[in-house]
């Protein structure tokens, strides 16, 4: 066969202006069934003379069609210049633009649709196509937030499949956990998933330094179940995770379904509790823009006295329950401080809002970091960039302080680290930001819990006369709060205690048990002699 009347190379994420499908008279109708008559010819013809003359007879029924879509008024003029441009004969060039109707004569879709996208994130595009970017995203649906090109290769993908069709992309596993990725997920989860591959620990692309993952899906509902592999390499498979359609429906975090059953069980668990996106009382926002960073760079002092003046901090100067202001430099901007501050009215002038939110009390939340590390402050600090700060507009101190001590719990970490671990980086540092922290649950009955409050106070009290100061009981005793607070199992807990770092409490189910009784009816945790 003639397969040159079977291959196109085009721009698939450009389309013409108007569908063509809806120009359907009866004259169009007879010149396209002429056009399907001539390529199948073409395809089938067995002479370079037969193959001539139907390939200049589809050229002038393409110059007749598109002359009547032109009349028909479903053809502007610059489209008719668009498609009157590209000649499907021509191997040595690529069409600007793609529309499968005029292009294949098809209307319903591909029954096959595989895709191997171009590498390009947002910022490489807002730098060197920035055009290109801002006409994609008001094509595509899904080109939401800070997304990158493989989220609109996707959308069109899925598109322009049949309804019974499958298609199959390889795609960043950015698509996993990634915050800009949720607009095209919940466009997949409207049809089928079939599998995702996870090749993040294999070196796919010798040129392309990402982390990529396969799917596989379909329009059309074909199971009722979904594998998640891992791959060891390019062939052989790690572990491969079966899951029913009822459990993926009830946690939207992919990431999860890569891990053993048990884990996933034990997520959907701590899903059922509010998100802080969801209680209202909670504000979760960034700190300092970029652009805002800046500004604030030439206005740092590095003294010890500030009166009216704010202290700053930024992730490396964040641990669990403290600031290591004054005790670690600081590292800002090519900068190193040990007693960074900045002076009221010099904020004032960068952000009124800034300044608000500095003065206000909140948490403070290291962003890049091996776990979750929280600080509580009472209007003395400025939060570097990076960092994420979460206020609280009804409840006051107490209720911040109880969420103080949930972050910073082994639970808290376990469950968002498993939830984003796609986003993950070298060492198993996550970068936190407003989305994962957004995706922290907080039980009801913790908010005014006087149990957690007062032992957060105490770590926190603790670590003001020295930041070096052991409190790893009360740290303990809090984790077993948070344990009860979201009513895990003692098995669910050996899941956690297990996997984060500290090591894992050495205590047996009979004894968890009791422990669990004597709270629910005293109120009362466990003394230190007993851990």
């Given at each position: 066969p003639n397969l040159e009347a079977r291959f196109v190379a085009a721009n698939t994420l450009i389309g013409l202006g108007k569908d063509l499908s809806l120009a359907n008279t009866h004259n169009v109708q007879c010149i396209k069934d002429k056009l399907a008559e001539a390529n199948h010819r073409i395809f089938n013809a067995k002479t370079m003379r037969t193959k001539r003359k139907w390939r200049e007879k589809v050229k002038e029924l393409r110059k007749d069609l598109s002359d009547e879509l032109i009349k028909t008024g479903m053809l502007s003029n610059d489209d008719a210049t668009l498609i009157a441009s590209w000649d499907m004969f021509d191997q040595n060039t690529s069409s600007n633009f793609f529309d499968s109707e005029w292009m294949f004569g098809l209307s319903n879709g591909f029954d096959v649709v595989i895709g191997n996208p171009p590498y390009i994130d947002s910022e490489t595009m807002t730098a060197t196509m920035p055009k290109m970017r801002e006409k994609y995203a008001k094509l595509f649906k899904c080109a939401k937030g800070n997304w990158d090109m493989f989220i609109v290769f996707l959308e069109k993908g899925i598109d322009l499949c049949a309804i019974s069709g499958t298609y199959s992309f390889i795609v960043p596993n950015k698509l996993i956990g990634a915050d800009y990725s949720e607009t095209i997920k919940e466009k997949i989860t409207t049809g089928c998933i079939i599998e995702i591959r996870d090749y993040s620990r294999v070196k796919v692309f010798a040129e392309v330094n990402v982390y990529p993952c396969t799917i596989v899906g379909s329009k059309k509902e074909q199971s009722e179940k979904i594998a998640f592999t891992t791959m060891q390499d390019k062939i052989n498979i790690h572990s491969i995770k079966v899951i029913n359609k009822l459990t993926f429906s009830r946690c939207p975090y992919w990431d999860v379904y890569f891990r053993d059953e048990k884990i996933v069980a034990l997520i959907v668990k701590y899903l059922t509790h509010p998100s802080l996106k969801d209680v209202k009382n909670y504000i979760v926002n960034t700190s300092a823009t970029v652009a805002e960073a800046y500004k604030i760079k030439p206005v740092i002092r590095d003294l010890c006295q500030f009166h009216d003046s704010l202290k700053i901090i930024n992730t490396g100067t964040i641990d669990p329950y403290c600031s290591l202001w004054g005790i670690k430099p600081m590292q800002y901007i090519k900068g190193r401080y040990q007693h960074p501050i900045i002076s009221e009215i010099d904020l004032r002038q960068i952000s009124i809002n800034r300044l608000t939110q500095a003065k206000s009390n909140k948490?403070?939340?290291?962003?890049?970091?091996g776990r979750i590390e929280a600080l509580y402050d009472e209007g003395a600090t400025l939060a570097g960039k990076s960092t994420i700060i979460i206020t609280n507009s009804k409840d006051g101190k107490n209720s911040l302080i109880s969420l103080l001590g949930i972050l910073n719990s082994k639970l808290t970490s376990f469950c968002l680290f498993t939830m984003f671990h796609s986003l993950k980086m070298a060492g198993g540092f996550l970068n936190v930001n407003k989305s994962i922290i957004s995706s922290a649950t907080m039980p009801i009955n913790a908010i005014n819990s006087e149990i957690l409050i007062k032992l957060v106070?105490?770590?926190?009290?603790?670590?003001?006369?020295?930041?070096?100061?052991?409190?790893t009981f009360l740290?303990?005793?809090?984790?077993?709060l948070v344990y009860l607070l979201y009513g895990l199992t003692y098995e669910e807990i050996m899941i956690v205690e297990n996997t984060e770092d500290g090591g894992p409490l050495s205590i047996t189910k009979a004894t968890y048990t009791t422990w669990l009784e004597r709270y629910k009816d005293k109120g009362v945790l466990p003394s230190e002699e007993e851990m």
């Open positions: 948490i403070i939340i290291a962003g890049m970091s106070k105490s770590i926190t009290s603790e670590k003001q006369k020295a930041s070096e100061k052991d409190t740290e303990q005793q809090i984790d077993i």
